[in-house]
């Protein structure tokens, strides 16, 4: 949505997301009552049938969407994927979801990754998207990122050949 501001399906995926957690009914209100969902994030408009605490994740998503959307073209992709994660909890909401280490790990990662994609400069959120979809197409074998720190008191399983030259205390 931050790439495309007019797609709207993004947008919808974007606020029935963790991120913003709007249920299938504000959902239903906010499209009935705007007709479109841009429209509904630059109004400060609240539909009749929304609920109290789905009015307080309206307000939300209004607040952090318009601040994404002012900071897009002066900020990179890691820094603008962090001001979300930070200002929606977005991490804190993973927690509580199965294999939720497992997922804000994995979301360490992908804000790294974003970090890096940064430095080559010029590129935008689009080829970022492209090059996370190349590497799904391609299946690339990526190492699962790392849930527990590399010292850390674990027991750890795998191959021999990845084990090769490692020395263990």
Not at 61 to 78: C, F, N, P, T, Y
Not at 120 to 149: C, N, Q, W, Y
């Amino acid at each position: 949505y931050l790439d495309d501001d007019t797609d709207e399906t993004a947008l919808v995926g974007v606020l029935r997301s963790p991120l913003f957690g709007w249920n299938d009914d504000t959902i239903m209100q906010m499209g009935r009552h705007f007709g479109e969902f841009s429209p509904a994030l630059l109004s400060d408009e609240m539909p009749a049938g929304v609920t109290k605490d789905q009015a307080s994740a309206v307000k939300s998503a209004r607040r952090v969407l318009r601040e994404l959307l002012g900071r897009r073209l002066s900020s990179g992709i890691g820094p603008l994927l962090r001001f979300a994660v930070e200002q929606t909890a977005y991490d804190a909401a993973l927690m509580t979801e199965f294999l939720g280490e497992r997922k804000v790990a994995n979301l360490r990662k992908l804000l790294d990754m974003a970090d890096d994609f940064d430095q080559v400069g010029f590129l935008g959120m689009s080829e970022f998207a492209d090059r996370l979809l190349e590497s799904i197409s391609e299946e690339a074998k990526e190492e699962l990122a790392a849930t527990h720190p590399e010292s850390g008191n674990v027991v750890r399983l795998m191959t021999v050949h990845q084990s090769k030259g490692l020395e263990f205390p």
